[in-house]
């Protein structure tokens, strides 16, 4: 089926466009409405994910609504710690949590071996039913987290509010057993990944959102050289595919995340996108970088923040590459109609600079 919009696989490749495409994380969300009575629908978020026509229903809700120039893939990035036998569940007010804990060697060890097919078919049936209903409107992302992101999960067993500290004092008393766990956790999200894009992702985005806790030379070990197995793993299976890596908190470590070998590196809000481009030169695209909480303000200044980051990306010729994204997931509270005048302000400020 012929792509009717390839903005976002143009930008991706650093190709000329006429305007930056734009999509947001958490695109699919409950800032949403009719995100809302599909959950509601659903009855709980698990059962939304593990549903494939439900995922795909949610999935197309902000691609109908605003015409972003791509869809995501709704799901979780705890699917895979799921699949290994943890028990994944949702406790109200207090996130996702885990009947089961990496605790030991011996935990390791006992994670077992999983066909990814079965294990986690559910995803890759809502892929492709998700490409089936887009109809070639937009491309469609796939996703995993970072080994390291799943790591901190499945050592704390669920979300942590002291930044994972627990999961830190591992890498200072037992650096081994981290990456025992790292390298298992690699291959089952790299035959995940190949998963996704066989049943029809059209691009694939990593997302580290815990690597920003690390120190710098612990990104070096513990971090970076995971995700660019996955990528090297992508690139043997599937070397058309581009793919976008998004380290929450690590606008220190660009050149490091652009050495992974992807097309794309995904920038928060506390770097310019003129530094980040400039830094990442011609090795990558650049995915950013707005503030999500500007989209809780008034439309002029949400025009104005608009304005100034693509002014600050600069012109989008030949070797350019940016897609317009915010710097972390889009607020629940967010206004619908504050997020149609950023689509809008995207489009008009940066026919400007093509």
């Known amino acids: 089926m012929t792509l009717q919009n390839d903005l976002f696989l143009r930008a991706l490749a650093r190709k000329p466009v006429d305007r930056t495409p734009v999509w947001l994380m958490r695109q699919a969300g409950r800032y949403l409405p009719e995100y809302n009575a599909t959950r509601k629908k659903a009855g709980n978020f698990l059962t939304l994910c593990k549903t494939p026509e439900l995922a795909c229903e949610v ?71 998700i490409r089936q209903e887009l109809q070639g409107r937009v491309p469609l992302i796939g996703f995993t987290g970072s080994p390291w992101t799943l790591a901190c999960y499945m050592i704390s067993g669920g979300s942590s509010g002291d930044d994972f500290l627990s999961v830190r004092k591992w890498l200072y008393s037992r650096p081994d057993l981290v990456h025992q766990l790292l390298g298992r956790i690699t291959e089952v999200v790299i035959g995940y990944c190949r998963m996704q894009a066989d049943r029809g992702a059209q691009a694939m985005m990593v997302f580290d959102s815990w690597g920003g806790l690390l120190a710098d030379a612990a990104f070096e070990k513990f971090s970076q050289p995971y995700i660019r197995r996955i990528i090297d793993g992508l690139t043997q299976s599937h070397p058309a595919l581009p793919t976008i890596v998004f380290v929450k908190g690590g606008s220190g470590w660009l050149e490091k995340t652009a050495a992974t070998g992807c097309s794309a590196i995904g920038v928060d809000w506390s770097i310019s996108l003129d530094q980040a481009r400039a830094r990442v030169g011609s090795r990558c695209a650049v995915q950013g970088n707005l503030d999500p909480a500007v989209l809780l303000g008034t439309p002029a200044h949400i025009r104005a923040e608009v304005g100034q980051a693509i002014r600050s990306f600069g012109t989008l010729g030949e070797g350019a590459g940016h897609v317009f994204n915010l710097g972390h997931g889009i607020s629940q509270f967010t206004p619908v109609e504050n997020v149609q005048c950023l689509v809008e302000a995207v489009a008009e400020f940066s026919g400007q600079q093509a």
């Open 59 to 129: 999935t197309l809700q902000p691609i109908d609504r605003y015409g972003f120039d791509a869809a995501i893939l709704f799901s979780d990035i705890l699917t895979v710690p799921d699949a290994l036998g943890l028990g994944l569940h949702f406790v109200e007010g207090e996130g996702p949590r885990f009947h089961r804990r990496i605790t030991s060697e011996a935990d390791i060890a006992g994670l077992p071996q999983i066909d990814i097919g079965p294990a986690l078919g559910y995803v890759g049936d809502a892929v492709a039913l």
